[in-house]
Structure formats: structure tokens, C-alpha cells
């Protein structure tokens, strides 16, 4: 089993609409974790810090849930430049040096 | 500040070459790293350093070298390189940022990539 499980899509969404995806995280030591977005044939680009009270920012919400070891992601009223793979991101170190990435969920906004 | 700059951005290699993929940053991180990235497969950290002098193998190490005298630069040396070394090699160094609330402690910054291929 991978430490951190991704679906990897594609999720077509129609522009304006919601889309919601989840992580799972294997190792319940894990200390924090962290959404990152990457665009195509481009480098992974800190989108959000996942804290366990939820975290939102603008359009994104990102959750915890520590009992069941999975994060999550929605976006509402997506846009064309929402398209991208985004990368969850676990932190199983407490020194921080073991960050460990799933395979990335891709989202394709179309209009 | 240029952030994380690597060099090159695409190589070709036959199986058996040698060669070094550079990485520098300015902004004075201690912690810099080396992942590859294959289809289906995330990010896989290849060596990570803590610091100038520092090194130490991650996940996948094997047929790689690092190196860090300074805190700027953490090249990535392929020892004889092989086909299953073809992927897309990204440098990252690891500092403050922010993020949603404020600031968060530990940001991967990366840099652009290397597209390898190993004929």
C-alpha cells in the first residue's frame, strides 16, 4: 500500500462548478500536511498548509481528518485556471524531513 | 531573488554517460533536496542535505551522488546512467512561506526541472 494515496483522475469539471477530492495518508504519526498544485510540465507550487481545524483560502478549503487519515480539497467555482494536478503532501517527520507526495489528482475545468 | 534555479533543462544521455545536474538558491536555505518524478509514481526524494557538508540518502538513492559545500549549491551527479534513470529531476530547497493564514514553517520551493533521457 502507497503512504499517501491520490486519485488520479482526470476530474472534468464544468466552469463555476465545485470539486471535491481526498488524500489518504497511511502513517497516523504524520505530523502536517499540504496541498500543492502543479501545472503541466511545470515545478509543484505551494498551494495550502492543512491544519486540523480546516483551512480556507479564497475559493479553496482544504480539511483534515485525523481519525480516518485522509485530507481533503474542494475548490467551488472553478475556473479555467484551476485546471492542474494537485499534489497532497504528508510530512511524516518531526524534523520535517520526511515529506512524502502522492501521485497527484488531475483537474481539467472546461467551459 | 531568482529562487531555485536549475541547469539544464533537458538532457539526452546514452546509458553509461556521466553527468551532474546543477541546483542553487538565494535564499539561504539550509535544507535543500533532490526528487524524481515519474508518471503515476509522486515525487521521490533521491538525497536531501540539511545543510553545507550535510548529505543523506532518501527513498531512491541508488546510482546518484550529491554533494554540498555551500549553502547555495546541491548538485546531483549520475554515476553511469541508465534508462531507468529517465525522469523529470527537480531540486527543491525548503524555507518560510506562506500560505492560507500566514505563515507557514516548512515551504518546498523547486525549481523549474530537468527533463532526462536515458537512451
Known amino acids: 500500500r502507497k503512504e499517501v494515496e491520490q486519485d488520479p483522475g482526470p476530474f472534468n469539471v464544468p466552469e463555476g462548478a465545485t470539486v471535491a477530492f481526498n488524500c489518504t495518508y497511511s502513517?497516523?504519526?504524520?505530523?502536517?500536511f499540504f496541498w500543492y498544485r502543479q501545472d503541466c510540465r511545470k515545478e509543484p507550487k505551494l498551494l495550502m498548509s492543512v491544519y486540523s481545524s480546516g483551512n480556507e483560502d479564497g475559493r479553496f478549503t482544504a480539511q483534515l481528518n485525523r481519525a480516518s487519515q485522509y485530507i481533503s480539497l474542494l475548490i467551488r467555482d472553478s475556473k479555467l485556471s484551476d485546471s492542474a494536478t494537485y499534489l497532497c503532501?504528508?510530512?511524516?517527520?518531526?524534523?520535517?524531513?520526511?515529506?512524502?507526495f502522492g501521485g497527484g489528482t488531475r483537474v481539467l475545468v472546461k467551459p | 531573488n531568482a529562487g531555485v534555479t536549475q541547469t539544464p533543462k533537458f538532457q539526452v544521455l546514452k546509458t553509461g554517460q556521466s553527468m551532474t545536474l546543477q541546483c542553487a538558491q538565494d535564499?539561504?536555505?539550509?535544507?535543500m533536496s533532490w526528487y524524481r518524478q515519474d508518471p503515476g509514481m509522486g515525487l521521490r526524494l533521491i538525497h536531501y542535505s540539511v545543510g553545507a557538508g550535510i548529505t543523506d540518502q532518501g527513498e531512491v538513492p541508488n546510482g546518484y551522488n550529491v554533494s554540498r559545500s555551500t549553502t547555495e549549491d546541491f548538485p546531483l551527479r549520475l554515476l553511469s546512467a541508465a534508462p531507468s534513470q529517465t525522469s523529470v529531476y527537480f531540486c527543491?530547497?525548503?524555507?518560510?512561506?506562506?500560505?492560507?493564514?500566514?505563515?507557514?514553517?516548512?515551504?518546498?520551493?523547486f525549481g523549474p526541472g530537468t527533463r532526462l533521457t536515458v537512451l
Open positions: 535564499m539561504n536555505h539550509e535544507y
Open positions: 503532501v504528508v510530512n511524516e517527520g518531526a524534523a520535517g524531513n520526511k515529506l512524502t
Open positions: 527543491a530547497s525548503r524555507g518560510p512561506g506562506t500560505s492560507g493564514r500566514g505563515l507557514v514553517a516548512d515551504t518546498q520551493y
Open positions: 502513517n497516523s504519526a504524520s505530523q502536517s
